[in-house]
C-alpha cells in the first residue's frame, strides 16, 4: 500500500463514486471526501465504502464544507483534514485509474528522489462511453500527485490548475480516466454554469492579464501544457472577432485535430464543446458588454442536485 491520501470533491456523486474508489484497488492509504453537502446517497455510500476499505487496511474519510468555487473547496480539504501521508493526490469522483496506472503508481512513487515533489499524469476523457481519442482532447497532462504540503490549487475561477511551491516534477506514463455516467441533460447543464464562471473570469482575469502580478500558474509549477493553453486562449482565442472564434475553433478541432474520427460520439462531443459551448460564452459577453453588466459570482451547480 502507498503512503498516499486521496482528496475526492463531491456533491451528488452516488452514480460515480464507488467506481472512482475501487479503480485503486486498495494501493491508496486513505480517501479524504469533500462534499457540499449531497441530497442524493454520497453520504451513505461513504459510510459502506469506509467499512469495505477499512478491512483491507484503508480508510475514507467524510467532511462537509460549503461550496465557495473549486479552488476555495480543494485548498480547504487539503489544509483542513489532517493528511499525514507522504503523497497527496487530487481527483474528481468521476475519474478512474486505469489498472497500469495502479501499477506504475504502486511501483514508482514510494522510490521516487526527493527533490521530485509533483508527478504529472495522463487524463483521457469518455463522452457517451466513448474515448474521445483524438481533435487535440487526448492526452491532458494534469499535476494530480504532490507530496503533502507542497502544492495547492491556484485560486482561479476557471480552468484552475494545481501549483507545485517547490521541487520538480515527473511524467507517469499510464493514464487515468475521466467517465462521467451521468446523462447529456446534465453535461449541457454543466457546460451553461460553466459559461457563467468562464465570462466571469473573463471580466475579473483576463482583461488585467498584462498588468497582474497574482497569477499562480507562471510563479509556481504546473505542467507545460497547462501554460501553453492559457496563453493560447489570452493572448490569441480572446483576441480574436467573438462568434467568428468559436467557428474557427470548432473547425481546428473537428477537422484539423482529425475530431470526426471519434465516430458519432466525437461529433456530439467536439460540436458542443468546441462550437456550442464556446459560441454561449461569446453571447454571454456579448449581452454583459451591450448592457454594461457583471457577470454574477457563481454558486455551486444547482442541476446537479436534481440527479
Known amino acids: 500500500m502507498v503512503d498516499l491520501t486521496v482528496v ?5 456523486e452516488e452514480k460515480n463514486l464507488r467506481k472512482c474508489i475501487e479503480s485503486f484497488r486498495g494501493i ?7 462534499d457540499s ?17 477499512q478491512a483491507s487496511g484503508s480508510r475514507l474519510d467524510f467532511y462537509e464544507n460549503k461550496w465557495v468555487d473549486y479552488a476555495t ?4 480539504g487539503l489544509a483542513n483534514t489532517n493528511i499525514t501521508t507522504e503523497w497527496a493526490m487530487r481527483m474528481d469522483a468521476d475519474e478512474e485509474l486505469m489498472e497500469d496506472l495502479v501499477e506504475e503508481i504502486n511501483m514508482e512513487l514510494p522510490g521516487l528522489k526527493q527533490d521530485i515533489n ?8 469518455y463522452f457517451m462511453g466513448r474515448w474521445i481519442k483524438h481533435g487535440g482532447r487526448y492526452p491532458e497532462l494534469l499535476l494530480r500527485i504532490f507530496r503533502t504540503g507542497k ?4 485560486q482561479k475561477i476557471m480552468d484552475e490548475h494545481m501549483i507545485l511551491s517547490e521541487g520538480k516534477l515527473i511524467n507517469f506514463k499510464c493514464d487515468l480516466i475521466d467517465n462521467n455516467t451521468k446523462n447529456l441533460e446534465w453535461w449541457t447543464n454543466k457546460h451553461n454554469w460553466y459559461s457563467n464562471r468562464e465570462v466571469l473570469d473573463y471580466q ?6 498584462f498588468s497582474t502580478k497574482e497569477n499562480l500558474i507562471e510563479n ?27 467557428h474557427l475553433y470548432f473547425f481546428y478541432r473537428y477537422y484539423i485535430k482529425l475530431g470526426f474520427l471519434d465516430g458519432p460520439e466525437g461529433r456530439i462531443f467536439h460540436f458542443l464543446q468546441a462550437y456550442w459551448y464556446r459560441f454561449l460564452v461569446d453571447a454571454k459577453m456579448y449581452e454583459c458588454e451591450k448592457f454594461d453588466r457583471k457577470m454574477n459570482p457563481q454558486g455551486e451547480l444547482k442541476s446537479i442536485a436534481s440527479e
Open 37 to 53: 453537502y449531497s441530497t442524493d446517497g454520497t453520504e451513505q455510500l461513504c459510510r459502506i465504502l469506509d467499512s469495505e476499505l
Open 220 to 246: 509556481g509549477q504546473s505542467t507545460k501544457q497547462a501554460k501553453r493553453k492559457r496563453k493560447v486562449k489570452n493572448k490569441g482565442y480572446y483576441r480574436l472577432p467573438k462568434f467568428f472564434r468559436a
Open 204 to 209: 475579473t482575469t483576463v482583461d488585467n492579464y
Open 73 to 76: 473547496q480543494l485548498n480547504w
Open 28 to 34: 491508496a492509504k486513505r480517501f479524504v471526501i469533500i
Open 151 to 154: 502544492a495547492m490549487c491556484e
Open 8 to 12: 475526492i470533491l463531491t456533491k451528488n
Open 118 to 125: 509533483g508527478v504529472v499524469l495522463r487524463r483521457r476523457v
